[in-house]
């Protein structure tokens, strides 16, 4: 039964997509302190796989209303070239990764092979290039491209790229910054040719799907053999969650549609007959998260400006998430999949 929910149309959601048992009550009466879009949100979770998911669900047509001011329309400003961010994080990335055309000073060559030897800095630069090292070529898609910045990058380090947009304005800018193809809608609309893909991004995206299983199967299509999809989403078994519980940054209703953990999204990927290469927590965004939920939980606003007392907790956060996860690995804020596409059917 389709209704309305503050003007978006919505869809009853009480059963696990995954294992088909009934849901119960996570949280009631949600509502969006982030970007602001309308309506109140319940969310579910199932027993036996751990996922959790938005109840009732907003329809396809409708989720256009729930993105009206959300980041990916335009590019970041924190990773512009030339700043000295900027640098630290390349200098970082060619002592981790290696660069196909390594143009930096040998001063910035040593700073990145010192920072990179700590493993939370190693950690947060391998996640951003998927651990992929500078021989490594061939053709990548990055599924939920925002504003094509990733696509910018690889097309740097010698790959072939291209990308799947829902939002046709920031489709626009990612053809504009990467100057490479960028399909406008869902990867199943795409209608990508059988076993043409090496690589498939989907960073921060299957939590917003309708159909995670759908567009793994999509993957596991246009996957060369030997192909791998790499998935980063948010884990509903965090430290973090367990923490801030519904203010948690992680959740977002209503523009997250599905919530992870371990066990759900080794389910979702082997229904799907992916391989599953790797599948653990990370702390890269512990930090931030943390910074975030305590806003949410505080006041609920966009724009609030940390401390410096707030900004040595989050560190403090992030130090004990990463101690946490040696003895619970399940702790990371952050879910992190590599899975591949058999060499058999």
Known sequence: MITENAGVRVQEATTCFLCGEAGGQLYSRLSDRLYNAP????????????LAWLDP????DDMGKLYGSYYTHQRSEKWQPGSLRWKLRQAVQGAVLGSANDQRSRGWRLIGIIAARLPAIKDWTGLDLLW????ARGTLLDVGCGSGEFLQEMTGLGWQVLGVEPDPKAARV???????TVFV????DASLPDSSIDVIMIHHVIEHLHDPLAALRECYRVLRVGGKVVVVTPNVVSLGHRQFREAWRGLEPPRHLFLFSPRSLRNCAQKARLEIRALRTSTRGSRSNWLASRAIKRAGAREWAPGWISNLRALTFFIIEAIARVFWPDAGEELFMIASKPGTG
Not at 185 to 188: A, K, M, S, T, V
């Open 39 to 50: 309506g109140l949100w319940n969310l579910r979770s199932c027993k036996l796989c751990g």
């Open 57 to 60: 669900q907003p329809l396809s």
């Open 132 to 135: 992929m090292k500078s021989g």
């Open 174 to 180: 990612a053809r504009e910054t990467s100057r490479s």
């Open 185 to 188: 809608g869902r990867l199943e």
